[in-house]
Nanobody
Framework: QVQLVESGGGLVQAGGSLRLSCAASGRTFSSYSMGWFRQAPGKEREFVAALSWSGGYTHYADSVKGRFSISRDNTKNTVYLRMNSLKPEDTAVYYC?????????????????WGQGTQVTVSS
C-alpha cells in the first residue's frame, strides 16, 4: 500500500510560480513511476506530467511543456511539480499518482495510487 499526500497549492497571480510536493509512504517508492494530473471544475481529470522511477525520463502534456517541471527525490520519498508562468487556465485540483509498473502513462487508469489533491488557483 502506498499513501500519497500533496501540498504546496494555493492562490497565485498569473505569471507566478508554485512548487507542489507529493510525499509518499512505502519502502518501494523508488521503484514507481510518478505522475501529476489535474482536474478543473466541470472537466475531466487530465494528464500533466510523468516521471520514471530513476528520474531520467519525463513526459509532459503539451499545455504545460516548457513551463512545468517534474522531479523526484527518492531519499525523501517525494515528487515535485515546479510550475512557472502560471495561467488562469492552470487553475485546478492537482493530484499525484503512482504507477507500480514503471510506465510514463498519460491515462489515469495506468496509475494505482492517488493522493487527495491540492488546489491551485491562478488569478488574472
Amino acid at each position: 500500500q502506498v499513501q500519497l499526500v500533496e501540498s504546496g497549492g494555493g492562490l497565485v497571480q498569473a505569471g507566478g510560480s508554485l512548487r507542489l510536493s507529493c510525499a509518499a509512504s512505502g519502502r518501494t517508492f523508488s521503484s514507481y513511476s510518478m505522475g501529476w494530473f489535474r482536474q478543473a471544475p466541470g472537466k475531466e481529470r487530465e494528464f500533466v506530467a510523468a516521471l520514471s522511477w530513476s528520474g531520467g525520463y519525463t513526459h509532459y502534456a503539451d499545455s504545460v511543456k516548457g513551463r512545468f517541471s517534474i522531479s523526484r527525490d527518492n531519499t525523501k520519498n517525494t515528487v515535485y511539480l515546479r510550475m512557472n508562468s502560471l495561467k488562469p487556465e492552470d487553475t485546478a485540483v492537482y493530484y499525484c499518482a503512482a504507477d507500480l509498473f514503471g510506465r510514463l502513462g498519460v491515462s489515469n487508469k495506468e496509475y494505482t495510487y492517488w493522493g487527495q489533491g491540492t488546489q491551485v488557483t491562478v488569478s488574472s
